[in-house]
């Protein structure tokens, strides 16, 4: 990965945004595709789309995901300790000692996940998993009116991590579930040549983690006729995880092409078409009913869309530690550029016709 797309990629994992508080991610992605695009347009969601090639061809729709899982400040204690609400799926035992950033109407807060001392719990707690309601956030207030007088109720609160490379082209940051995807979605329309055969909607999507709620809307609104997800999968190279339960999915490998009742048959094999005659290393995945993606609500848009899933394979997901290759990322931008450039008015993606 070159500097400047690797340089960008570090902004949007280390720029802060859960659910409903995108704005700051959704500013890197217009920035990043302002140059490529015909036209970018904010919905009142907050959800981004950049258009390229707007001839009226065939609306073609690249999606992915801008917020990450992150809190709000739901109650402070007398104490001026913070108790916070999920705004996504987090394991709370990864929470115990995490950093976190308050995001505040002056800035961000720093402060930190606190709980009891392993050496002051009784030999029963030692054995009881956290929960969320039992762990507070510790920004050094003194009191409640300290701490009123520096947060608010609502504030948004996300992991304080920062974008670190390692071996063999591996990194590990916050909230590459899903600006991995933002990061594939912007430099893909960067990537297109101008002879396309199709209108392409990039969309960064806000609220997945609570719902899916950004790309319904988002989808809707460009009325696709085909629409490919771009998200995060588990990656099963790792200890005690079963693949005749999961799957086999390695990171380094190649993006995951995923097929199912989700998936349309005709893009999904134009996809593993595309990667084949492109010698694009990819790998299949599958999943029985509707995925937990945004090409859920991507599938059922209106009278219903042609839908595609392409997974980044993922170490550790929910976690403040995800971990992942550069070269999925540089390979699936590759996958979806050649996808679209491979696109005819001529296309027909009616299932068995």
């Known amino acids: 990965m070159n500097q400047d797309r690797l340089s960008y990629l570090k902004k949007l994992v280390e720029t802060h945004g859960g659910p409903g508080y995108e704005e700051n991610v959704q500013a890197l992605f217009r920035e990043r595709v302002k140059d490529a695009a015909q036209r970018i347009e904010t919905d009142l969601l907050g959800s981004v789309i950049a258009v390229c090639n ?3 061809g065939p609306r073609v729709m690249i999606e992915g995901h801008s917020d990450e899982i992150a809190f709000i400040v739901r109650f402070v204690d007398d104490s001026g300790y913070l108790y916070l609400a999920a705004s996504g799926g987090w394991d709370e035992e990864v929470l115990v000692g995490q950093r976190v950033l308050v995001h505040t109407a002056n800035g961000p807060v720093p402060g930190v996940f606190g709980k009891k001392a392993i050496h002051l719990m009784e030999p029963e707690e030692r054995k009881k998993k956290s929960e969320l309601h039992q762990l507070w956030v510790d920004i050094g207030a003194n009191n409640k009116e300290e701490a009123m007088n520096t947060v608010e109720i609502g504030d948004s609160v996300t992991m304080d991590a920062c974008f670190t490379p390692l071996l063999n082209g591996k990194a590990v940051a916050k909230s590459f579930d899903n600006r991995s995807a933002i990061f594939c979605v912007s430099e893909t329309l960067r990537a297109l040549k101008s002879n396309l055969k199709c209108t392409v909607y990039g969309v960064a999507a806000v609220q997945e983690e609570i719902g899916l709620r950004g790309a319904k809307a988002a989808t809707h609104a460009v009325d696709p006729v085909v629409g490919i997800a771009i998200d995060v ?17 390695k990171i380094g490998a190649g993006p995951v092409i995923v ?3 989700n998936i349309n048959p005709k893009v999904f094999r134009r996809l593993v078409e595309v990667a084949k005659k492109k010698k694009i290393p990819y790998q299949i995945g599958a999943s029985g009913v509707g995925t937990g993606t945004d090409a859920n609500v991507i599938q059922l848009s209106r009278d219903g869309v042609a839908t595609g899933l392409i997974g980044i394979p993922l170490r550790y997901m929910h976690n403040p530690c995800e971990l992942l290759a550069l070269e999925d990322l540089e390979n699936c931008v590759k996958l979806l550029t050649a996808f679209l450039e491979s696109f005819s008015p001529k296309d027909d993606w009616t299932p068995g016709t």
């Open 259 to 261: 097929r199912g009742p």
């Open 233 to 249: 999968t588990h990656a099963m190279d790792i200890p005690d995880v079963s693949k005749k339960k999961y799957g086999d999915v």
């Open 54 to 56: 707007d001839k009226g």
